[in-house]
Nanobody, 125 residues
Framework: QVQVVESGGGLVQAGDSLSLTCTAS????????VGWFRQAPGKEREGIAC????????YYADSVKGRFTISRDKAKNIVYLDMNILKTEDTAMYYC??????????????????WGQGTQVTVSS
C-alpha cells in the first residue's frame, strides 16, 4: 500500500505563491498517476490537477488552469503543485492522491486509490 504524504501548506496573502509537495513514504510514486484535490469547508472535494505516471500528460480544473502547475521529479520521488496568483477562494485542505490505474481529465476521486492526510492552505485578503 502506498502511503502518500503532502506538505507545504500555510497561510499566505492573496496574490502570493505557494508550492505543495507530495511524496510516498518508503516507496516510489513512479508507477502511479498523481492528483491534487482540495476541499473547502461546506464544499465537495474538487479535483484540481493531475499528472500521469510518465509525467508527460497533465490535466487541470478550470478553476486553477493558468495559475497552478503540477509536475513530477521521479529522481526525487516528488510531485509538486506550484500555485500562483492565489485567491481567497483557493483556501481549502489540499490532498494528494495516487492512482494505480488510468486517470482522466475529469480528475475524479474514484480514480485514485491512495490518499494523504492533507495540508491546509489559507489565503487571506
Amino acid at each position: 500500500q502506498v502511503q502518500v504524504v503532502e506538505s507545504g501548506g500555510g497561510l499566505v496573502q492573496a496574490g502570493d505563491s505557494l508550492s505543495l509537495t507530495c511524496t510516498a513514504s518508503g516507496q516510489s510514486l513512479d508507477d502511479y498517476a498523481v492528483g491534487w484535490f482540495r476541499q473547502a469547508p461546506g464544499k465537495e472535494r474538487e479535483g484540481i490537477a493531475c499528472v500521469t505516471w510518465s509525467g508527460k500528460v497533465t490535466y487541470y480544473a478550470d478553476s486553477v488552469k493558468g495559475r497552478f502547475t503540477i509536475s513530477r521529479d521521479k529522481a526525487k520521488n516528488i510531485v509538486y503543485l506550484d500555485m500562483n496568483i492565489l485567491k481567497t477562494e483557493d483556501t481549502a485542505m489540499y490532498y494528494c492522491a495516487a492512482a494505480d490505474g488510468a486517470v482522466t481529465s475529469a480528475i475524479l476521486s474514484d480514480e485514485y486509490n491512495y490518499w494523504g492526510q492533507g495540508t491546509q492552505v489559507t489565503v487571506s485578503s
